[in-house]
Structures are given as C-alpha cells and as structure tokens.
C-alpha cells in the first residue's frame, strides 16, 4: 500500500508551550485512522497543522510523496504557495463547528468551491452535488440555507461539501462534539458509510466505540506525543499504557 | 424618566435665570465677526464702535451690560426668542423688518455698499462685475440690495447671482486667494478688510446707500425710547464722535452729529 | 414671495445638495474599505498611521475639515482657493465620512469568526476570493444599519457645506430667509430633509430586506 500522508518528527509549540513534540505519522491509502486521547493533548493541533491551518515548527508534511513541508536542520520550510494550493485539493476538512458558508444556500456551499477553485464544469458539478446531498439524505434541503437545518444536517452538508471536491483523503475534527448526542448517530452512519467505500480517512473523535468499528488504526495521544498506537481493539480493548489506561477508565465512569 | 425630569429641570432654571438677569441686564446682540462695529480684539475682549456705545449707554442707565454674540442669519429669531434683546451690530435698517412689527431706533450711521476687488483684477467700474464672481455676506443688506434694487447688476456676475459667503473674513480670504474677483460689501467693513489683506481697493461707487440702526422686539418702545435718549447723551458730550475716530470711522457718515452749515 | 416661489428656488440648490450626498456615498464607501484594510493591517506602522488618521478625522468638527480643506492650503502655503467649492467639499466629506466608515467596516469583518476564514482556506479560495465571497456579504449585511444611520447623518450633514460659500438647498434658503425676513425656508428645508431621509430609509430598508433570505 501507498503512503498517502507522511507526518515526521513534528513539533509545534505556542509561545512557551509545548504542543506537539517529535510526532510522526503516516496514513496509507483506503485506510482509517482515529486519533484519541485527552483534551489539551495535542490532537487537534496535529489536524491543523495537517491541513496547512497551523504551521509547524518543525518535520516533515508529505502528500502522496509531495512535500508540504521539508525539514531543514530542525525548521520546517514549507513550498511555495502555488505547490500549497495544489496539496489543499488533495485533502479536505470536516470542522467541529461545520463552518458553513450562511449566506449560500446548502446546494451552493456544496458546488462553489469546485466551481471556483477547480474550474470544473458547472452542470457537471450540480450533479455531483446533488448526487452527494441524495447520499447524505439531504436532497430535499438543497435550496434550504444553513441556519433553517439542525446541526447534524448541517454536519452532513459540510461533509458533502468536503467530499465535492474529490479530496484523496478527508480529514474529521470532532465531527460530533457540537452536536446534541441524539444527533451524533446520524454523522457517525456519514463516516461508517465512506469508510465502506474504501475513503481515506483521519478522524480526531471522543467516540470510542465508533473509533473501534470503524478505524484501521488507533493512535493514543497525550502531552504532544503518541502514547500508544496500533489495532483499535488492541488499544483500546487492551491498553498497555498507563496512560491509556487511566484515559479510557476515565471515559468509562462518566 | 430621570432624562425627562432633569430637562425640565434644567429649562425651568433657564428661564429662571433668564427673568432674574432680565431685571438689570441689557443683553446686546452682535456679529461678533463685524469689525470696526463688534469684533473680538486681540485681547480676546469684544471691541468696536457699536460696542463701546452700548456700553456707555448701559453704564449711564445702570444696567449691566451681557454681549451676546448671534448667528447673524437668525438674529432676529434669537430676538424674538429673547435670547438677547436688541440687534446692535451694524445692522441695516430694513422696510421689512419694520412690516414684520420689530422696533427700529433712529439710524445712528448712514452707510454705503461699495465693491471691493483685488488690484489686477481688472475691474474698475461696477461694468466691469459682468461674468465675474461676486461675493457677498449671507444676510447682510448688501445680499439683500443685489437681490432687490441691484438684481439687474447681480444678474451680469458669474452664475446669474453673487454667491454667498458665511463671514467677511472668508469673503477677504477668498478675494485675496483669488477664489473670486470681487465682494459687495458695507464699506466701514471694506475698508477693515484693506488693513487685513494687501491689494485690496474700493471702487468709487455707490451701490446704495443706507442706515445703520438698533432693532428691538416688538413692543419695547420704551426699552428703544430709553436707548436712544443714552445715544444722543453721548453725541452731545462727544464720545459719539471720539469713538469713531477710535475705529476709523468716517466723521462724514455720522448722521446723529448737528449737520455744519 | 410666496410659498411656491421659495420652494422653487430652494430646488436650485437641491441638485448641489444631491451632489454632495451621492459624491460623498461614491468616494467614502470604497476609501472606508481601503482605511478599515490598513487599520487592521499587521504592519504596525500602517496601522498606527491609520488609527491616527481615524481619530482625527473623528474627533474633530466636520465644519473645521471643511475649512481646512477649502483654506488651509491658501494659509498654510500661500495657494489658490478652489473657484468650484464642491472639490473642496467632496474631499472633506470624503476623508470624513470614510474615517467612520471604516469604523463600521472594520466592526464588522472583526465579527466574522475565524471559522469562516479557515473553511474557505481549506476548501482552497484564495485570500481574494474569501473576503469578496465570504467575508464581504456577511459584513455588509452584519453593518447595514449603522451605515443607515451614516447615510441619515449625510444627509443633514450636506447642509454643513455653507460654511465655505457652497450654495446648497439649506444656503439658498438662509438667504431667503434673510431678505424676507421669514422662516418659511426653514420649515421647507426641514421639510426637503425629512423626504430626502425617508428616501433614503426607503432604500436602505429595501436592501436590508434583500438579505435578509439567511441569519
């Protein structure tokens, strides 16, 4: 299998903190990967810096053997804008707060970025659109603007939003912690769905049940660094980690 | 409520005050941008012809003397409102102001509008105003005289009609920039306006002639009666004239002083 | 002269009035944008400057501006005074309206959340494309309001022209009112401003009910 992300020896640190230390990573293609761990571990941060949100201070970022970013004596240099804005095609980014564009209907949200950023054809777009709102169950709703759906719906606009744009692979932060928990079922079939059909996916999730079902790969983070990886059921049925351990006892209590 | 409350507060005790000052309080309204009649001096101090005689005649009555300056376009709304009580300020005696029932005192100053222009301007008779720009002060006679007895002059300039300025001090600014060729103005003010800014001339004629005098509100004859019974005090002791040699005035346009014959 | 009359030549200066309005709209509205962007600009230099120029121009008499504008360079450098008052008159209400202007506008894109900033740069909009698609329609529909109560202020604000020789609608009726010794022009000047504003509430009703389709 191809390496389709390559993260290695990442740091990043705000001010004095230290956010991500020595962190490598790879993601192959049709796999999916989860990231968990405690709040402030650093999870989030890792998706941004992944998806060119943040900037890190040091290692290498590496799509589909393209370099994002090229470690250079301990300082990360990252390529020109033009070759970034290439790399952003090959991912996209499924926020915690959807981020919807309010002011476009859900069926502009969906074809404005292809339209605009990949000069495709219109019609052929709409129908592409279309085709994803009837897979997200939204087809209805196409002419309807953001703030007339509830927030699972408006989850599932913003996936097929990401997914408009062919992305190689797709990145989730916390797709459901904004959301009411009766309504988190209805994203987690979303994910479930495109992990059948083999997308390649990144998922930062507080559900560890889902994480188990559906991902490849389970990486345990705490404090910037990878505390346990491996097989989701090993990790997170059989920790080995004392950290771990105490994460997940945790999650259990409450 | 509170914000109601304190407003009346406040208009009660204005008029308060009002009626308390009003007992030995002679409020003087001026131009205070009217040189040589009422001007600020270089002390900061209100000065000129009209001032000082106010002020003798107040301190021969003793009445204390309160100088309001007013917005010259609604001096007599300001008037009428009581917010002084007489206009004094080199001001033209006007048939309409008379029509609309206000109390004019006997003209104390005849006065003459005359043309000032820059040197170079090429202008040498009121003729020679044809498609010029010409300036006048908003509400002043000489605005009133361009747009009545000397339309058909005012229809020649620039425009169809002179064009208004604010102040007479914009007026010689302009006129010494540049901005416009010439002002109709009264001509103790013209001549003020020489001192201020080099080039300046007047040209010898008469666009019209006319009095200065004091207005007060309808029904102050008395008040009127009073003042100018101070007025003639000080022509006949002296001061009448002493002051206008004071401000430059022109002992020829004194018109309260015993014609020689 | 009779009612009709006063109306009728007080119309003249209606058009001069209407240009200063619609000049001021024309030129403050976009150089309001250009302040707002240098106000938030990173270059410390830039923004100071601009800060600067803000609370000046906001914390000074519109009247002054005007006479600065239209004066100052014949007393300050010995230069000529425009012939045509409404350059002079343009520029100030111009630099003074885009001053507040930019206020508004820079309220407004601060209120956007960064959300909507990193959703476009993830979905690959240019920094172009983002403030022009995304950014700017949310702004203008968070900031018609105030801009409302600017365009109200602009229109009794046309009236301050007079004071550098100007001859708008309120000029022209001074001077009526002068020589009639009557306050009619008032009262129809009064009248010329509250039809005007409620114009233009009008039409700035129309275009906050246009966008009104999404909160």
Redesign the interface.
């Known amino acids: 299998m191809s390496k389709l992300l390559e993260i290695n020896h990442c740091r990043k640190r705000f001010d004095a903190t230290r956010v991500l230390e020595d962190l490598s990573l790879s993601v192959e293609k049709g796999q999916v990967l989860s990231i968990i761990g405690p709040s402030g571990s650093g999870k989030t941060t890792l998706l941004r810096c992944a998806t060119l949100l943040e900037t890190m201070d040091g290692g290498d970022l590496i799509y589909l053997g393209n370099y994002a970013a090229r470690d250079e004596g301990g300082t990360s240099v990252y390529a020109p804008p033009a070759e970034l804005q290439r790399i952003r095609g090959m991912f996209g980014l499924v926020f915690q707060n959807f981020n919807l564009f309010p002011h476009y209907s859900v069926l502009k949200n969906v074809t404005e970025p292809p339209i605009l950023v990949q000069h495709r054809n219109p019609a052929e777009v709409r129908d592409q659109a279309m085709a994803l709102l009837e897979q997200m169950g939204l087809a209805d709703k196409a002419d309807a603007y953001p703030y007339q759906l509830s927030g699972g719906q408006q989850q599932r606009v913003s996936i097929a939003r990401a997914l408009a744009l062919n992305p190689k692979i797709l990145f989730f932060d916390e797709p459901t912690s904004a959301l009411d928990p009766e309504l988190t079922g209805e994203i987690l079939r979303v994910i479930r769905k495109l992990a059948e059909e083999k997308m390649t996916m990144v998922i930062v999730t507080h559900e560890m049940m889902f994480a188990r079902d559906v991902s490849d790969w389970v990486v345990f983070m705490n404090e910037g660094v990878i505390v346990e990886q491996g097989d989701p059921r090993e990790v997170i049925d059989h920790p080995t980690q004392e950290r771990t351990i105490q994460f997940l006892r945790r999650l259990q209590e409450k | 409520m509170m914000k109601k409350s304190l407003a009346l507060l406040l208009a009660l005790s204005l008029v308060l005050a009002a009626s308390l000052a009003l007992a030995d309080t002679f409020k003087m309204g001026i131009d205070a941008e009217y040189p040589p009649f009422s001007y600020l001096d270089d002390n900061g101090e209100y000065a000129g012809f009209d001032v000082e005689m106010c002020k003798a005649v107040c301190e021969m009555n003793g009445w204390d003397l309160e100088i309001v300056p007013v917005n010259w376009d609604f001096k007599l709304n300001s008037l009428d409102s009581g917010e002084h009580d007489c206009v004094w300020s080199g001001m033209t005696i006007l048939d309409s102001m008379k029509e609309a029932g206000y109390v004019l005192s006997f003209p104390y100053y005849d006065n003459t509008q005359v043309v000032l222009t820059k040197e170079g301007n090429g202008i040498a008779t009121t003729a020679d105003l044809a498609g010029k720009r010409v300036a006048v002060q908003l509400g002043t006679s000489g605005q009133e005289l361009l747009e009545n007895d000397q339309s058909a002059l005012s229809a020649t300039f620039e425009g169809g009609a002179a064009v208004t300025m604010e102040n007479f001090n914009i007026c010689g600014t302009e006129l010494a920039a540049g901005s416009v060729d010439a002002v109709v103005i009264d001509l103790p003010v013209a001549q003020t306006l020489q001192k201020k800014f080099s080039g300046l001339v007047i040209l010898d004629e008469n666009l019209g002639s006319e009095q200065y005098g004091i207005c007060f509100r309808s029904g102050d004859d008395a008040l009127c009666a009073q003042v100018e019974e101070g007025i003639m005090k000080l022509v006949e002791d002296g001061t009448y004239l002493s002051l206008a040699e004071k401000y430059g005035l022109d002992p020829n346009v004194l018109c309260l002083l015993p014609k020689a014959e | 002269m009779t009612i009709l009359t006063m109306i009728a030549k007080m119309s003249e200066g209606l058009g001069r009035t209407c240009a200063i309005f619609f000049l001021t709209l024309l030129f403050s509205l976009p150089l309001g944008m250009l302040v707002a962007l240098l106000r938030m600009s990173k270059n410390r230099a830039v923004s100071t400057v601009t800060k600067v120029y803000i609370s000046v121009l906001r914390g000074t008499p519109l009247m002054l501006q005007l006479l600065a504008v239209t ?1 100052g360079p ?2 300050l450098f010995g ?5 045509e008052k409404l350059v002079p008159v343009i520029i100030a209400f111009a630099l003074n309206y885009a001053a507040y202007f930019a206020e508004i506008y820079r309220g407004g894109i601060e209120s956007i ?1 960064r ?2 900033y ?9 920094r172009y ?1 983002c403030f022009l ?2 950014i700017l ?2 702004v203008v ?1 968070r900031i018609l309001p105030s801009v409302t109560n600017e365009v109200v202020t602009l229109v009794k604000d046309t009236s301050m022209a ?4 100007y ?1 708008e609608m309120f ?1 022209i009726g ?2 009526i ?5 009557s ?1 009619m022009p008032f009262v129809i000047a009064g009248v010329f401003y509250f039809l005007f504003n409620a114009a233009v509430a009008f039409v700035m009703g129309a275009f906050e009910k246009r966008l009104s ?3």
């Open positions: 004066y014949f007393y230069l000529g005074v425009a012939r959340g959300g909507q990193e959703a476009a740069e993830v979905l690959g909009y240019s494309q698609r995304i329609p949310q529909k007079f004071t550098v020789a001859q000029t001074k001077q009112a002068n020589s009639q010794t306050f389709y999404y909160r």
